[in-house]
């Protein structure tokens, strides 16, 4: 008799090794009986898997770690014992900012240095002539989009929470705010970039990896009671997630992986959108530029699975950079053990060895994160929310 599992999950490519695990039947192969529900926003997904309508959701990597701290929300401990993906995000803005970005750019259009002090001048400029501030898209306040965009506009000396809008809306509402001139930009993951400059709406400034060389985007989370009231069915769940990521990184299946996670119950958008997506090939203009990069979204490859806590690190940082909460060696802890890689490694028998890229962020500004020097992290940025 197999085991009912419950899981929410938001249309995102990202959410790829969930619904291929179900729909190839690799969770069947495990002995579960997993019903997807699609929602649409993060509140939705955070709250039913907070009192347990879901058993296991694919999930933002910080509101996992915010729900185990308590912040913005009731506290309730997450296990996110897989990753569901690493980068995949991407900054997308209307013709006219692009345009506006380019007149003023100094440098390579895919520097993320040189695009941050383009957006600078742009906001000056726009100020001394009395225009409204520029308006950006994120998809939840403890979101990677969040500090991503954050992170990018600082380095460039645009403070994000004076000179510029940040707003909140959930994935699949985004192109049609920046079609209809309501935002000038948002960062969002596949394929929601891609929706836009199909559209003609839209232009990919940057792939997150430019901003980030690696950086936990989604895991599979479970509450931590549960996950210890029923470790069998994780471990099954992670074996089936597992060889989901490792069916589509092969390169053959990916027109059979696309067409699956097209259909309008999973996330709904072209096959060929996908398919660009996790092949890291993306059209970034309307006029058919294309730009391709090996990290655009990583799902299986590179340890990309398995959950690292010096990611958690980096997302708690970024926390207390932008006011979220301050500093505590305790909540550290609490936020680096939410990423549970003892988990994957008994599940997958691996003892997470095979990969060398632990610890790694590869931010474009600023020192290399040290998880054990939150402090210097913070004190290398001169803009913030945080007391220095």
């Not at 058993?55 to 910080?62: G, I, R, Y």
């Not at 049609?176 to 000038?184: I, K, P, Q, Y």
């Not at 988990?343 to 020192?367: C, E, H, K, Q, W």
Request: some cysteine; aromatic content about 8%.
């Amino acid at each position: 008799m197999s085991t009912p599992v419950c899981i929410g999950f938001i249309p995102l490519v990202d959410a790829a090794a969930l619904i291929l695990a179900v729909d190839k039947g690799f969770t069947a192969a495990e002995g579960l009986d997993v019903t997807l529900v699609r929602e649409v926003s993060w509140s939705n997904v955070r709250d039913k898997l907070n009192i347990g309508l879901f058993d296991a959701a694919h999930l933002l990597a910080p509101v996992a770690i915010a729900s185990s701290l308590g912040l913005g929300h009731v506290k309730v401990p997450i296990a996110a014992p897989f990753n569901l993906g690493l980068n995949g995000n991407a900054i997308t803005v209307s013709p006219v900012l692009h345009a506006a970005l380019l007149a003023e750019i100094d440098g390579d259009r895919f520097d993320p240095m040189a695009t941050a002090l383009a957006l600078a001048r742009v906001v000056a400029k726009r100020r001394k002539s009395g225009a409204e501030p520029l308006t950006f898209a994120m998809t939840f306040p403890f979101s990677t989009h969040n500090y991503q965009l954050r992170f990018w506009m600082a380095a460039g000396g645009v403070n994000p929470d004076e000179d510029v809008r940040l707003v909140v809306l959930p994935p699949p509402y985004m192109v049609e705010s920046l079609a209809s001139g309501h935002v000038d930009g948002f960062c969002v993951g596949a394929p929601w970039n891609s929706v836009a400059v199909d559209l003609g709406v839209g232009h990919i400034l940057h792939f997150v990896s430019d901003i980030l060389v690696r950086a936990a985007e989604k895991v599979l989370a479970v509450r931590q009671n549960w996950s210890e009231k029923n470790p069998e069915v994780v471990a099954a769940l992670l074996r089936a997630a597992f060889r989901a990521a490792e069916f589509i990184e092969e390169p053959q299946n990916r027109a059979e992986a696309a067409h699956i996670l097209a259909q309008p119950e999973r996330i709904g958008v072209g096959a060929d959108i996908i398919q660009r997506t996790l092949d890291g090939r993306l059209k970034i203009s309307p006029d058919g530029t294309t730009r391709e990069s090996s990290r655009y979204l990583l799902l299986g490859r590179e340890g990309a699975a398995r959950p690292d806590p010096v990611q958690a690190a980096w997302l708690y940082a970024q926390m207390i950079r932008w006011g979220q909460t301050s500093w505590s060696p305790v909540a550290l802890k609490t936020a680096m053990a939410v990423f549970r890689p003892d988990l994957y490694d008994a599940a997958i028998g691996r003892d997470g060895n095979d990969s060398g890229v632990r610890g790694t962020i590869g931010a474009f500004a600023g020192p290399a994160f040290d998880s054990n020097d939150i402090a210097g992290h913070l004190a290398a940025f001169k803009i913030g929310r945080h007391n220095p």
